[in-house]
C-alpha cells in the first residue's frame, strides 16, 4: 500500500508544483516581468517546490535524513541527468548568456557553503537564515542583470498569456496547487519512509534515489521542453537557479522548521558526488561545452553515483 501512496503522492506534489508554475508564469506576465525572469526565478523556484514541501514535511516530522538527501540527490540529478539529456537532445546550444562568467558562482557557493555549515553534523536555524539572505542576494543579482534580456519582449505564447489573464482564476488555482503540494509532500514523506523500513534500508537512500528523482521530475520535463525550443538559456539557468533554491530555501527551510542534526561523515561519497557535479557543470559552462560528449560525461558521473548506491544497499 505504502508504494502506491508513494506513486500517487508525488504526482500530485509534481501536479500541484506543476499549477503554481503556470499560474505565476501568468502573474509575471500580466505585470511585465521580462521573460528571462520568469525562467531565472520563477520557473526555477517553482521546479523546486516539490524539494522544498518534501525536506521541509520530512524535517518537521524528525526525519533529518530524508530532508537532507532528498536535496543533494535532487541536485545531483538535475546536473547529470536532466543537464546530461538537454546536452544529448540538443542539435546546437548556443546560450546568449555567459554563464561562466555570471552565473557559476552561484551554482557553487551553495555547494561550499552546505559543505562548511555541516562540519559540526548540524544545521541550525541561524544557518537557515543565513542561507535565505543567499537565496534573496541570487534574486537581486538576477534582477540586476537583467537588461539585456528587458528589451527582447515577449514570445507569442507568454502574450497570449498576457491577453487570457484572469486573476480570480489564477488566484484559486494557485490555492489549489499550493494545497496539493503541502498535503501530498507529507504523504511522499511517511510513505518513503514506510518503505525504506519495509526494505530494511537507510531513510538517506530512498531520499537521495527515489524522492530525489521525483522531486526532479519537473526540472526535467522544463528542460527538455526548453531545450527542444531552442531556449538552451531557460534549460541550464532553470536547473542553476533551481539547485540554488533547493539548498538556500528547501534546505534552510527545513533547519527552520526543525533543526537538523545528523551524521554528514558517513555521506561523504555523496557530498562529494555532488560537488563533483557542480564542479563539472562549471567546467562545461566555462568552456562552454554544450556537446554531446559533456553530456556523455554527465551521465557517466551519474552512473558511477547509483552503482555505489545500489552496491550499498
Known sequence: MDYIIFIVSLSVLIYGADIIINQSEKIAVRFGISEYIIGATLIALGTSLPEMAASVSASLHNKPELAVSNIIGSNIINITLVIGVV????????????????????????????????????ITRINGVALLFLMFGYVLFLLNNSEHTADIGLSDDLKK???????????????????????????????????????GVSEWLVGVILVAFGTSLPELIVSIM?????????????????????????????????????????????IATLVAATLMLVFITANKMYSKPAGISLFVLLTIFLQHTIDSV
Open 87 to 122: 546536452l544529448l537532445m540538443s542539435k546546437s546550444i548556443k546560450p546568449h548568456r555567459d554563464f561562466f562568467a555570471k552565473d557559476s558562482s552561484w551554482a557553487l557557493f551553495p555547494v561550499l557553503i552546505f559543505i562548511i555549515i555541516t562540519l559540526d553534523n548540524q
Open 161 to 199: 498569456i498576457k491577453e487570457e489573464f484572469k486573476l480570480f482564476r489564477t488566484t484559486i488555482l494557485l490555492i489549489i496547487g499550493f494545497i496539493a503540494v503541502v498535503y501530498a509532500a507529507d504523504y511522499t514523506v511517511s510513505s518513503a519512509s514506510n518503505i525504506a523500513k519495509s526494505f
Open 226 to 270: 526548453a531545450a527542444r525550443k531552442n531556449k538552451a538559456d531557460m534549460a541550464i539557468g532553470n536547473i542553476i537557479g533551481s539547485n540554488m533554491a533547493n539548498i538556500s530555501i528547501a534546505l534552510a527551510g527545513a533547519a527552520i522548521a526543525n533543526p537538523i542534526k545528523l551524521d554528514f561523515s558517513k555521506y561523504t561519497f555523496d
